[in-house]
């Protein structure tokens, strides 16, 4: 299967963005595959801002969120349609950065800050927050 990310744009500060991920290439299975967004910033490494789980129905619906987006940034799933979003509110320069989306049969949810390996991800797109 395969991901494809859109949304990205130049916004100004404390502006609002929503990222797609639509992916392609799952059958019927996307439904049932944890999904996530992870960003890029210049000069850094790739670091996991949001993810949602559905894969384990014991624990289908719960989200994650990094410190830095946590209360701004909302993940949520149009299965329907086989794609994803991240809403993202009261944009900062500091995410300014490639969002990639990623997608897993059966995640390892992120712990302690650590965010741990996704099987498929889109090629990315960029969000520029301009001051």
């Known amino acids: 299967g395969a991901a494809r990310e859109s949304g990205g744009d130049l916004v100004e500060t404390g502006g609002s963005l929503t990222l797609s991920c639509a992916a392609s290439?799952?059958?019927?299975?996307?439904?049932?595959?944890?999904k996530c967004w992870f960003r890029q910033a210049p000069g850094q490494e790739r670091e996991g801002i949001a993810c949602?789980?559905?894969?384990?129905?014991?624990?289908?619906?719960?989200?994650y969120y990094s410190d830095s987006v946590q209360g701004r940034f909302t993940i949520s799933s149009d299965n329907a349609k086989d794609t994803f979003n991240l809403r993202m509110t009261n944009l900062r320069t500091q995410n300014t950065a490639v969002y990639y989306c990623?997608?897993?049969?059966?995640?390892?949810?992120?712990?302690?800050?650590?965010?741990?390996?996704?099987?498929?991800w889109g090629i990315g797109t960029l969000v520029t927050v301009s001051s």
């Open positions: 290439g799952f059958g019927d299975d996307f439904a049932e595959y944890d």
């Open positions: 990623a997608a897993d049969p059966d995640f390892r949810p992120p712990s302690g800050g650590v965010w741990y390996h996704m099987d498929h």
């Open positions: 949602l789980r559905v894969s384990d129905p014991k624990w289908r619906g719960n989200t």
